[in-house]
């Protein structure tokens, strides 16, 4: 039987084509694997998210500012960052599906079905007891503790082979582990082998090693570079942050899962460079406001949860995701990343520049240490379309579909319709559209009749519908519907934007967090 949540995933999907928020890329030539175009709907919901997040980072905290870097930058750079060495993902295929897998995704699918079995044990326990001990009963339950050793093994063998870089290792833990090609049902598996996922190019006209540059894989590098233009330009004194928005690419061995893993895609960083010693602190206090500010938009707070990173990427002393419950379960949303000063201290390593701050209060130069929020603007743009995606069923026995954007997110914040095509009931409508335009997106509508009309609305997730009909030609009152609950409030023209002002405001929503 299907999945529900796979058809609901589905049905998220077709939506965001049909309503205008995301294509496929060069969809006329049949796309291109896991890169996605933004349509009208899509880029004003975008643009929501990452005012959401800008404004977050540089109107809340005095001591962060906003660059824009550039996505081509030197090639030594990705030298001294580590992504030209270690920046790999181990691949392996099967000989049979000629399908291509990452080995440690395989092999994390094996301890996510130990956990699973875990949690089963837990659940029935806890109907079975009334006080129930979680912490004891997985300490001394014989079988739950059998599954946590082995995931402990696999985890530990895993980390072993990974750190060393020894391929073989790997792949015999893919055939100690048994596992099967979930499409062909076979263990016919290839040697596994490190795959770089930088896309490269070549710069000028001449295509010579030398002018070899990649297309930067994460945006962090534009900031520490950057890092001493921008303290002695800004005359910044540590602790300071620099946020970016901006494009990262990755050529992903295994992309899929729609806009949740893609080959080009936006990445908002901060990096937050802290005195050495004082990391850990930055650290805990990032992860905390991090998920305020994902909490404060209202998709639930039960949708997001922690996850520590047991294998730590090459740069960092400690690592958590903040995932959330996409429609295929709970997954990495954002990074919250305490990198050392592993990337000045290369940088400084190989441009022979020093990349250091003179500490007047201690009297010292030192290279900071960074604490890194990173999150996917894709990503987030996923976490707000799936959960506000509703098929309702009404009173009277009519469906609708709503998108419950929070409605300062959201791509319109007012339709205005006039009831009908004539009367002057259009002028008045665009009398008023002129009044609120310069305060809220808005959108004008004359076409079908009015509920198809509220219906096309809440497809896109517009928080206000205003009518105009013949009673506001003579008393100067419109009607506004809310999209949540359909309700509908007579008011006068001069008081709609005080109505709807609060709830669709961004400074609002950034005074939840
Ligand atoms: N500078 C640190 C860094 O790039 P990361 O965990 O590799 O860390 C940070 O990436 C965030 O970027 C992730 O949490 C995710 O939201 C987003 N991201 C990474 N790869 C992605 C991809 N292929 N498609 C969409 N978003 C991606």
């Known amino acids: 039987m299907a999945n529900p949540e796979d058809n609901l995933f589905k049905n998220v999907i077709s939506h965001a084509k049909e309503y205008g928020f995301i294509f496929p890329s060069s969809e006329i030539y049949d796309g291109l694997s896991a890169v996605y175009d933004y349509g009208q709907n899509g880029s004003e919901l975008k643009n929501n998210i990452k005012e959401y997040w800008w404004k977050f980072m540089t109107l809340l905290h005095d001591n962060i500012v906003g660059i824009d870097a550039a996505i081509f930058m030197h090639p030594t750079t990705w030298k001294a960052s580590g992504h030209v060495d270690a920046f790999n993902d181990p ?254 201290k290369s940088h400084e390593k190989y441009s022979g520049k020093k990349l250091q701050y003179f500490d007047s209060e201690d009297n010292q130069n030192y290279i900071p240490y960074v604490v890194e929020t990173s999150v996917g603007l894709d990503r987030m743009f996923l976490s707000v379309l799936a959960s506000a995606y509703h098929e309702e069923k009404l009173e009277d026995g009519s469906d609708r579909v709503v998108l419950r954007i929070p409605p300062p997110l959201a791509p319109n914040k007012v339709a205005i319709l006039p009831l009908m095509k004539k009367d002057g009931l259009p002028e008045k409508a665009q009398e008023i559209m002129n009044l609120l335009k310069f305060d809220f997106r808005c959108f004008y509508e004359e076409k079908d009749a009015i509920g198809k009309r509220y219906r096309r609305q809440d497809a896109i997730g517009t928080p206000y519908c205003i009518t105009v009909d013949h009673q506001t030609l003579q008393d100067n009152t419109v009607t506004i519907r809310n999209r949540d609950t359909m309700k509908q409030e007579r008011v006068a023209i001069a008081a709609v934007k005080s109505v709807i002002q609060d709830s669709v405001s961004m400074a609002e929503l950034l005074k939840r967090i």
Not at 106 to 135: H, P, Q, S, T
Not at 181 to 210: C, H, Y
Not at 247 to 266: D, G, L, P, S
């Open 91 to 344: 691949m392996i295929d099967n000989k049979d599906s000629k399908k291509r897998y990452r080995a440690d995704q395989l092999i994390e699918g094996v301890i996510e079905k130990l956990e699973e079995k875990i949690e089963k044990e837990v659940e029935k326990a806890a109907k079975r007891f009334e006080n129930f001990d979680r912490a004891m009963f997985v300490s001394t339950n014989a079988r739950v503790v059998e599954y946590q050793k082995k995931i402990d093994e696999i985890n530990t063998r895993m980390k072993d082979a990974l750190s060393r870089s020894d391929m073989a290792d790997l792949k015999q833990l893919v055939i100690d582990l048994d596992i099967a090609d979930p499409i062909s049902g076979t263990k016919n598996w290839t040697d596994v082998r490190q795959f770089n996922l930088m896309f490269s190019t070549e710069m000028g006209s001449v295509a010579e090693d030398a002018n070899k540059i990649y297309l930067r894989p994460e945006t962090a590098q534009g900031i520490f570079v950057n890092f001493l233009n921008v303290q002695k330009t800004g005359r910044m004194k540590i602790p300071f942050g620099i946020a970016q928005i901006g494009k990262a690419f990755r050529n992903e061995i295994v992309a899929r899962q729609f806009i949740f893993r893609m080959r080009e895609f936006e990445q908002m960083e901060m990096q937050f460079f802290v005195k050495p010693g004082e990391e850990m602190k930055w650290y805990e206090y990032w992860k905390e406001k991090r998920l305020k500010w994902h909490q404060a938009l209202g998709l639930g707070n039960d949708n997001y949860r922690y996850h520590d990173h047991l294998n730590l990427a090459h740069y960092a002393n400690a690592a958590c995701d903040i995932q959330f419950n996409f429609p295929m379960g709970f997954r990495e949303l954002e990074g919250i990343h305490s990198r050392t000063d592993f990337d000045l």
